[in-house]
Protein backbone atom coordinates (compact mmCIF):
# COMPACT_ATOMS: atom_id res chain seq x y z
CA UNK A 1 0.00 0.00 0.00
CA UNK A 2 1.17 3.42 -1.10
CA UNK A 3 0.56 6.36 1.82
CA UNK A 4 0.91 10.08 1.42
CA UNK A 5 0.08 12.12 4.37
CA UNK A 6 -2.41 15.00 3.11
CA UNK A 7 -2.11 16.91 6.26
CA UNK A 8 0.91 17.51 8.85
CA UNK A 9 2.67 20.86 9.80
CA UNK A 10 6.44 21.55 10.69
CA UNK A 11 7.67 24.21 12.94
CA UNK A 12 11.12 25.24 12.57
CA UNK A 13 14.03 25.62 15.62
CA UNK A 14 15.31 28.58 13.31
CA UNK A 15 13.60 31.43 15.17
CA UNK A 16 15.53 33.96 13.30
CA UNK A 17 14.67 32.81 9.72
CA UNK A 18 11.12 31.83 10.76
CA UNK A 19 9.98 34.13 13.63
CA UNK A 20 6.50 33.19 15.52
CA UNK A 21 3.65 35.16 14.24
CA UNK A 22 0.63 33.29 15.27
CA UNK A 23 -3.37 34.86 13.84
CA UNK A 24 -4.46 36.84 16.41
CA UNK A 25 -1.57 36.31 19.03
CA UNK A 26 -1.82 32.83 20.24
CA UNK A 27 0.29 29.73 19.70
CA UNK A 28 -1.26 26.40 19.94
CA UNK A 29 -0.07 24.04 22.56
CA UNK A 30 1.30 21.30 20.03
CA UNK A 31 3.16 23.96 18.65
CA UNK A 32 5.05 24.95 21.54
CA UNK A 33 5.34 21.33 23.37
CA UNK A 34 5.32 18.81 20.33
CA UNK A 35 7.40 20.98 17.52
CA UNK A 36 8.52 18.72 14.60
CA UNK A 37 10.74 19.93 11.70
CA UNK A 38 10.32 19.77 8.21
CA UNK A 39 13.77 17.02 8.82
CA UNK A 40 11.90 15.06 11.70
CA UNK A 41 8.91 14.86 9.43
CA UNK A 42 11.02 12.99 6.46
CA UNK A 43 12.39 10.56 8.96
CA UNK A 44 9.55 9.94 10.85
CA UNK A 45 7.45 9.21 7.03
CA UNK A 46 10.69 7.27 6.26
CA UNK A 47 10.33 4.79 9.67
CA UNK A 48 6.47 4.46 9.30
CA UNK A 49 6.89 4.16 5.44
CA UNK A 50 4.87 7.06 4.10
CA UNK A 51 6.51 8.00 0.86
CA UNK A 52 4.71 11.92 0.37
CA UNK A 53 3.82 14.63 2.46
CA UNK A 54 1.57 17.52 2.07
CA UNK A 55 2.90 20.56 4.49
CA UNK A 56 0.11 22.20 5.96
CA UNK A 57 1.23 26.12 7.17
CA UNK A 58 0.93 25.87 10.94
CA UNK A 59 -1.16 28.75 11.59
CA UNK A 60 -0.83 28.93 15.22
CA UNK A 61 2.54 29.53 14.64
CA UNK A 62 3.34 31.63 11.85
CA UNK A 63 -0.25 33.54 10.68
CA UNK A 64 0.22 34.06 7.45
CA UNK A 65 3.82 33.65 6.48
CA UNK A 66 4.55 30.55 4.72
CA UNK A 67 8.16 30.86 4.62
CA UNK A 68 9.17 27.44 6.23
CA UNK A 69 6.51 25.12 4.49
CA UNK A 70 7.30 26.74 1.08
CA UNK A 71 11.38 26.42 1.78
CA UNK A 72 10.73 22.59 2.63
CA UNK A 73 8.67 21.84 -0.46
CA UNK A 74 11.40 23.40 -2.55
CA UNK A 75 14.30 21.69 -0.80
CA UNK A 76 12.69 18.33 -0.67
CA UNK A 77 11.01 18.26 -4.15
CA UNK A 78 9.21 15.28 -4.91
CA UNK A 79 8.80 14.55 -1.12
CA UNK A 80 6.65 17.55 0.08
CA UNK A 81 4.31 20.11 -1.09
CA UNK A 82 3.41 23.07 0.50
CA UNK A 83 -0.33 24.23 1.46
CA UNK A 84 0.15 27.77 2.90
CA UNK A 85 -2.65 30.15 5.02
CA UNK A 86 -3.81 33.55 2.95
CA UNK A 87 -6.69 36.17 4.34
CA UNK A 88 -8.67 35.93 1.25
CA UNK A 89 -10.72 39.46 3.01
CA UNK A 90 -7.93 41.60 1.84
CA UNK A 91 -8.36 43.65 -2.17
CA UNK A 92 -4.79 42.09 -3.53
CA UNK A 93 -5.72 38.18 -2.26
CA UNK A 94 -6.42 37.26 -6.01
CA UNK A 95 -2.88 38.78 -7.27
CA UNK A 96 -0.94 37.29 -4.38
CA UNK A 97 -2.40 33.91 -4.70
CA UNK A 98 -1.66 33.83 -7.97
CA UNK A 99 2.07 34.97 -7.08
CA UNK A 100 2.81 32.76 -4.39
CA UNK A 101 1.74 29.43 -6.56
CA UNK A 102 4.45 28.27 -9.17
CA UNK A 103 7.90 27.29 -9.50
CA UNK A 104 7.84 25.27 -6.54
CA UNK A 105 5.30 27.81 -4.48
CA UNK A 106 2.17 26.55 -2.93
CA UNK A 107 0.37 24.23 -4.17
CA UNK A 108 -2.68 24.78 -2.04
CA UNK A 109 -4.51 26.91 0.35
CA UNK A 110 -5.93 26.41 3.68
CA UNK A 111 -8.46 28.74 5.14
CA UNK A 112 -9.96 28.79 9.00
CA UNK A 113 -13.47 29.70 9.93
CA UNK A 114 -13.55 29.33 13.16
CA UNK A 115 -11.14 28.32 16.70
CA UNK A 116 -8.37 30.13 18.55
CA UNK A 117 -6.78 30.96 15.33
CA UNK A 118 -9.48 33.36 13.95
CA UNK A 119 -9.63 36.27 15.52
CA UNK A 120 -12.60 37.66 13.81
CA UNK A 121 -15.62 34.89 14.40
CA UNK A 122 -18.29 34.17 11.55
CA UNK A 123 -18.70 32.55 8.06
CA UNK A 124 -17.20 35.22 6.45
CA UNK A 125 -15.22 32.45 3.85
CA UNK A 126 -18.26 33.71 1.48
CA UNK A 127 -18.49 37.20 2.34
CA UNK A 128 -18.61 39.17 -1.46
CA UNK A 129 -15.04 40.23 -0.64
CA UNK A 130 -13.62 36.94 -1.06
CA UNK A 131 -15.49 36.24 -4.33
CA UNK A 132 -11.89 37.44 -6.42
CA UNK A 133 -10.08 34.99 -4.09
CA UNK A 134 -12.12 32.10 -5.09
CA UNK A 135 -12.60 33.35 -8.77
CA UNK A 136 -8.66 33.45 -9.10
CA UNK A 137 -8.00 29.84 -6.66
CA UNK A 138 -10.55 28.38 -9.71
CA UNK A 139 -8.73 29.70 -12.77
CA UNK A 140 -5.30 28.62 -10.64
CA UNK A 141 -7.16 25.18 -9.96
CA UNK A 142 -5.60 25.49 -6.69
CA UNK A 143 -6.87 23.11 -4.11
CA UNK A 144 -8.18 25.22 -0.89
CA UNK A 145 -8.81 23.29 2.53
CA UNK A 146 -11.34 24.71 4.83
CA UNK A 147 -11.31 24.33 8.54
CA UNK A 148 -14.73 24.62 9.15
CA UNK A 149 -17.62 23.07 11.46
CA UNK A 150 -20.59 21.56 9.59
CA UNK A 151 -23.96 22.53 11.51
CA UNK A 152 -25.07 26.21 11.41
CA UNK A 153 -22.41 26.87 8.59
CA UNK A 154 -23.17 24.23 6.27
CA UNK A 155 -25.83 26.58 4.40
CA UNK A 156 -22.36 28.96 3.60
CA UNK A 157 -20.73 25.79 2.54
CA UNK A 158 -23.00 24.59 0.28
CA UNK A 159 -23.29 28.42 -0.88
CA UNK A 160 -19.07 28.61 -1.66
CA UNK A 161 -19.90 25.43 -3.68
CA UNK A 162 -23.13 26.27 -5.98
CA UNK A 163 -21.92 29.88 -6.53
CA UNK A 164 -17.84 28.36 -7.40
CA UNK A 165 -18.45 24.96 -8.43
CA UNK A 166 -15.10 24.95 -10.59
CA UNK A 167 -13.34 25.32 -7.20
CA UNK A 168 -11.95 22.36 -5.52
CA UNK A 169 -12.61 22.72 -1.64
CA UNK A 170 -10.94 20.31 0.38
CA UNK A 171 -12.72 19.75 4.04
CA UNK A 172 -10.49 19.56 6.53
CA UNK A 173 -11.27 16.62 9.58
CA UNK A 174 -14.63 16.60 7.07
CA UNK A 175 -16.21 19.14 9.42
CA UNK A 176 -15.87 17.65 12.37
CA UNK A 177 -19.40 15.93 11.84
CA UNK A 178 -20.39 14.51 15.19
CA UNK A 179 -19.89 10.82 14.91
CA UNK A 180 -19.94 9.74 18.58
CA UNK A 181 -23.22 11.01 19.17
CA UNK A 182 -24.55 9.04 15.99
CA UNK A 183 -22.29 7.76 12.94
CA UNK A 184 -25.49 6.64 10.78
CA UNK A 185 -26.48 10.42 10.95
CA UNK A 186 -23.66 12.18 10.76
CA UNK A 187 -23.00 9.61 7.42
CA UNK A 188 -26.13 10.91 6.07
CA UNK A 189 -25.39 14.43 6.73
CA UNK A 190 -22.11 14.60 5.12
CA UNK A 191 -23.24 12.26 2.20
CA UNK A 192 -25.44 14.89 0.95
CA UNK A 193 -22.75 17.45 0.05
CA UNK A 194 -21.61 14.55 -2.24
CA UNK A 195 -24.24 15.99 -4.63
CA UNK A 196 -21.12 19.41 -5.47
CA UNK A 197 -18.24 17.47 -7.44
CA UNK A 198 -16.08 19.96 -6.24
CA UNK A 199 -15.66 18.99 -2.95
CA UNK A 200 -13.45 16.72 -1.25
CA UNK A 201 -13.06 15.33 1.93
CA UNK A 202 -9.68 14.83 4.37
CA UNK A 203 -10.16 12.10 6.66
CA UNK A 204 -7.77 12.10 10.12
CA UNK A 205 -7.55 11.30 13.52
CA UNK A 206 -10.24 13.94 14.70
CA UNK A 207 -12.73 11.33 12.86
CA UNK A 208 -11.26 7.71 12.86
CA UNK A 209 -10.77 7.61 16.67
CA UNK A 210 -14.68 8.59 16.76
CA UNK A 211 -14.85 5.56 13.78
CA UNK A 212 -12.88 3.64 15.78
CA UNK A 213 -15.11 4.04 19.12
CA UNK A 214 -18.05 3.53 17.26
CA UNK A 215 -16.65 -0.21 16.72
CA UNK A 216 -19.17 -1.83 14.13
CA UNK A 217 -21.25 1.19 13.65
CA UNK A 218 -18.35 2.61 12.19
CA UNK A 219 -19.99 1.22 8.82
CA UNK A 220 -22.89 3.35 9.28
CA UNK A 221 -20.84 6.56 8.64
CA UNK A 222 -18.24 5.12 6.45
CA UNK A 223 -20.94 3.55 3.79
CA UNK A 224 -22.98 6.18 3.10
CA UNK A 225 -20.10 8.54 3.06
CA UNK A 226 -17.66 6.72 1.00
CA UNK A 227 -20.58 5.23 -1.75
CA UNK A 228 -21.64 9.22 -2.60
CA UNK A 229 -18.41 10.71 -2.35
CA UNK A 230 -16.48 7.70 -4.25
CA UNK A 231 -13.08 6.97 -2.11
CA UNK A 232 -10.94 9.26 -5.11
CA UNK A 233 -13.12 12.28 -3.24
CA UNK A 234 -11.39 11.20 0.20
CA UNK A 235 -7.73 11.72 1.76
CA UNK A 236 -6.21 10.86 4.53
CA UNK A 237 -4.02 12.89 6.88
CA UNK A 238 -1.65 12.52 9.88
CA UNK A 239 -2.27 15.88 11.38
CA UNK A 240 0.86 15.21 13.24
CA UNK A 241 1.97 16.85 15.56
CA UNK A 242 -1.22 17.90 16.26
CA UNK A 243 -1.91 14.31 16.93
CA UNK A 244 -0.69 13.54 20.03
CA UNK A 245 0.01 9.97 18.45
CA UNK A 246 3.21 9.16 16.49
CA UNK A 247 3.09 8.61 12.77
CA UNK A 248 2.97 4.81 12.76
CA UNK A 249 -0.01 5.29 15.46
CA UNK A 250 -1.69 7.41 13.23
CA UNK A 251 -0.90 5.22 10.31
CA UNK A 252 -2.18 2.23 12.03
CA UNK A 253 -5.37 4.06 13.31
CA UNK A 254 -6.43 4.72 10.05
CA UNK A 255 -5.19 1.06 8.51
CA UNK A 256 -7.43 -0.84 11.44
CA UNK A 257 -10.51 1.67 10.55
CA UNK A 258 -10.37 1.56 6.88
CA UNK A 259 -9.49 -2.15 6.96
CA UNK A 260 -13.53 -3.05 5.75
CA UNK A 261 -13.04 -1.19 2.62
CA UNK A 262 -12.05 -2.80 -0.80
CA UNK A 263 -8.28 -2.51 -1.47
CA UNK A 264 -8.64 -0.05 -4.42
CA UNK A 265 -11.37 2.53 -2.37
CA UNK A 266 -8.25 2.27 0.28
CA UNK A 267 -5.21 2.79 -2.08
CA UNK A 268 -7.70 5.90 -3.32
CA UNK A 269 -7.95 7.63 0.42
CA UNK A 270 -4.17 6.82 1.22
CA UNK A 271 -2.62 8.23 -1.86
CA UNK A 272 -4.14 8.44 -4.90
CA UNK A 273 -6.80 11.44 -4.18
CA UNK A 274 -3.61 13.40 -2.76
CA UNK A 275 -2.34 12.70 -5.31
CA UNK A 276 -4.63 14.17 -8.16
CA UNK A 277 -5.62 17.46 -5.69
CA UNK A 278 -1.46 18.30 -6.23
CA UNK A 279 -0.38 17.01 -9.40
CA UNK A 280 3.34 18.18 -8.16
CA UNK A 281 3.11 15.02 -6.40
CA UNK A 282 3.48 13.17 -9.17
CA UNK A 283 5.51 15.30 -11.63
CA UNK A 284 8.01 15.84 -8.88
CA UNK A 285 8.44 12.39 -8.12
CA UNK A 286 8.22 10.37 -11.15
CA UNK A 287 11.21 13.37 -11.95
CA UNK A 288 13.44 11.92 -8.79
CA UNK A 289 12.77 8.31 -9.31
CA UNK A 290 12.74 7.99 -13.20
Known sequence: MDFVDAHCHIISEDLTRYPKAPIGGKQSAWAATRPVTAEG?????????????????????YGYDNSYVVDSSRRWPGRFVAVGTVDPLRPDAADSLKAAVGDGGLAGVRLFTS?????????????????????????????????????????QLVELLERFPGVKVLLDHIGYPDIAASPARAGDEVAQLAVHPGLHLKLTHRNLERLRDAGPEAGDFLGPVVAAFGAGRIAWGSNLPAAEQSLPELRALAEEVLAGLPEQDRQEIFAGTARRLYPALVSERTQHTG
Open 41 to 61: MAGRMDETGIDQAVLVQATTN
Open 115 to 155: GSTVPTQGEWFVAPETFPFWERAAELDLPVCLQMRLGPATR
